[in-house]
């Protein structure tokens, strides 16, 4: 009896595993009736041909399974963007997979060439579900920490971070949570090392209509020798303001996309069907002003929660792109970052997200992550309430 017993229990990575402090700062938020600036929702409004087109596909009897790499109207939608704005020539045949979001191109990716005890490098502040994901595949992912107050990438740390059970780097531009931008010559840098080691690339690249002040957004699979190696996610989530639709997509090269498909399909099946028509109606009909617009939106958002910010000494790091913010909140009371996270929600009604949630251990208590993606009434709300501290 005793040896049945036994073997009911968890794996041995579950116990480990749990709710990310975003989600449970969401809840606590929810619970307070206080403004959710702790996760990344997006709830602004979602463009008017997205909506009808979800409207159209659903009436149209758009509602049982797709292909698994998707619909092949919105494949070639992402095929003729990513050659316009990205600079990327993709097949919609046979390199793109429309995904259950960029966090199911993610887990598939790394289930199709990663195995266990392999190592992957993330770049620190880094967001939890790419380590995680990593985590639950038994893949070791090695911390490699950009230099502060810019988070920029310091050469000899990612050079000493990769040994010989390397396997792959994940680079996040614009990042979540710091909204880093890589700039060309990193870019270069992390391309050059990658070829040299023989490395995967995999980049997500969620955020890449939304940056501020000039700054470019550059796809790493379009430098040289990199388009074989270089797996580049994204998505509509978050350009379209849909993030509980589930669209994303990945390109990659022929030689991996169809293990990467086949997980996909494993784990999710497709991508939400009626969702996918009112993607690719969005691609289709939406000008590109509208993607230039949404930096601007955007920036200025970005711009009037730092300066609510700055006006109570919680010191932001300006991110140059996506729409987080790193603030330093050493003046809040708390012997942790999730501690002077619940104090400020107590005291102003202003939910954020400890730090520690993208750092590895022993760092990052004195930051929390603000997520400034919603209408302007609420982020109003929240800068009026954060002046009262």
Partial sequence: ???????????????????????????????????????????????????????????????????????????????????R??????????EIIVTSGATAGFQAACLALFDPGDEVILFEPFYGYHLNTLWAGRVRAIPVPLAEPNWTLDVDALKAAITP???GIVVNSPSNPSGKIFSRAELETVAALAIEHDLFVLTDEIYEYFVFDGAEHLSLATFPGMAERTITI????????????RIGYLIADVKWIGAINYFHDLVYVCAPSPFQHAAAAGLLQLPDSFYRGLSTEYQTKRDRLCDALNDVSLTPSIPQGAYYVLADVTKLPGATAREKARTLLRNTGVAGVAGTA??????????????????????????????TL
Avoid at 85 to 91: K, L, P, Q, R
Avoid at 362 to 382: E, S, V
């Fill in 1 to 83: 009896m005793r040896a049945v017993a036994e073997k009911l229990r968890l794996s041995q990575i579950a116990p480990g595993l749990v709710q990310s402090e975003i989600r449970a700062m969401t809840v606590e938020c929810d619970r307070v009736g206080g403004v959710n600036l702790a996760q990344g929702v997006c709830d602004t409004e979602l463009p008017a041909p997205v909506a009808a087109g979800a409207v159209e596909a659903i009436a149209q009897g758009h509602n049982i399974y797709t292909r698994a790499d998707g619909i092949a109207s919105l494949r070639s939608a992402i095929s003729a963007r990513l050659a």
């Fill in 85 to 94: 704005h990205n600079g990327i020539e993709a097949d919609p045949e046979k």
């Fill in 165 to 167: 059970r390397t396997r």
């Fill in 234 to 245: 994204s998505g509509l989530s978050k350009t379209f303001a849909i993030t509980g639709w």
């Fill in 358 to 387: 993208f750092f590895a251990e022993g760092r990052g208590d004195n930051l929390i992550r603000f997520c400034f993606a919603k209408r302007d009434d609420d982020l109003a709300r929240a800068c009026d309430l954060l002046r």
